[in-house]
């Protein structure tokens, strides 16, 4: 009886502990990122021949599906939401690119990123940071471009701002920034 008892007091463990990142990652709301945005962050990561791109937070696949059209790479979009992730399957299919990329609804704190050269983000603070130790374990000369949310304790090689007063990019509703990490070139923390 007392056995019985643990295992359910443990199950029920389990269970609750799974639930809380998920209530975490359901409070992510979907907000896309503005295509010209959408095209900066490829840009940045100075996409190559033979790239694997992992967008974390993918809805619509805007991203992947770019750089798939733009550079013929592969690329997968995870998201949590499957009613987004089956919007974006649809979305590859009418951009011709389905046979590039692929989309599924998995917990992005907890989805193998191996093999990715470029990872793109854009995920509150609390999420970036929490994926970090498997960003920092990517191949040396990986990609990581995050928007608007960088990286605790983790300098960016590079940042960019796109604001139509500063930097002249016309048609920017507010301002946005891009941080760049290249794995493997400064000294991890």
């Known amino acids: 009886m007392i056995r019985n008892v643990c295992r359910l007091v443990m199950v029920c463990g389990l269970v609750l502990m799974t639930r809380q990142t998920s ?3 359901d409070s992510i709301p979907y907000v896309p990122s503005p295509m010209y945005v959408v095209h900066k962050m490829i840009e940045a990561a100075e ?3 033979g ?3 992992y967008d974390m937070g993918s ?3 805007r991203i992947v599906i770019e750089a798939a059209k ?3 790479i592969r690329g997968v979009g995870i998201d949590l939401n499957p009613e987004l992730v089956a919007k974006a399957k649809e979305n590859a299919l009418n951009e011709g690119v389905s046979h590039l ?3 599924r609804a998995q917990d992005g704190l ?3 990123i191996s093999e990715a050269t470029v990872v793109t983000l854009y995920m509150f603070k609390w999420f970036n940071n929490a994926i970090r130790p498997k960003l920092q374990k990517l191949r040396p000369g990986s990609r990581v471009v995050a928007h608007d949310f960088d990286i605790d304790d983790w300098k960016p090689t590079s940042t960019v701002y796109l604001d139509s007063e500063k930097n002249g990019h016309e048609g920017i509703e507010r301002p946005h920034t891009l941080y760049l990490w290249l794995v493997g070139a400064s000294e991890k923390s």
Do not use: N, P, R, S
Request: no cysteine; aromatic share 14%; proline share 0%.
């Open 47 to 49: 996409i190559q021949k």
């Open 51 to 53: 790239d694997l791109l």
């Open 70 to 72: 733009k550079y013929g």
């Open 23 to 25: 209530w975490a990652q």
């Open 59 to 61: 809805g619509d696949g």
């Open 101 to 103: 990329v692929e989309f």
């Open 110 to 112: 907890t989805v193998d």
